[in-house]
């Protein structure tokens, strides 16, 4: 099945990084506000590196001369 209809993607406008320790360790809380709201999202060492290297990319494709 595919979708018709896009969704507006969420144009951040605002981004604040903190790290909170609980029982199992330390986390990092990305919070991004968008035009829609805020947008919070917990992230461990391997989730990092994960959005770090997806970041990498999508540098890599905006500007091919880096």
């Known amino acids: 099945m595919k979708r ?5 993607p969420f144009v951040p406008t605002e981004i604040h990084v903190v790290t909170v320790d609980d029982d199992s360790g330390t986390l990092g809380i990305l919070s991004i506000r968008t035009t829609e709201g ?17 970041i990498g990319t ?3 494709k905006l500007d091919p001369g880096i």
């Open 58 to 60: 999508i540098r890599l």
């Open 4 to 8: 018709r209809d896009k969704a507006a």
């Open 38 to 54: 805020i947008l919070e999202i917990a992230l461990d060492r391997q989730a990092a590196d994960a959005v770090m290297h997806a």
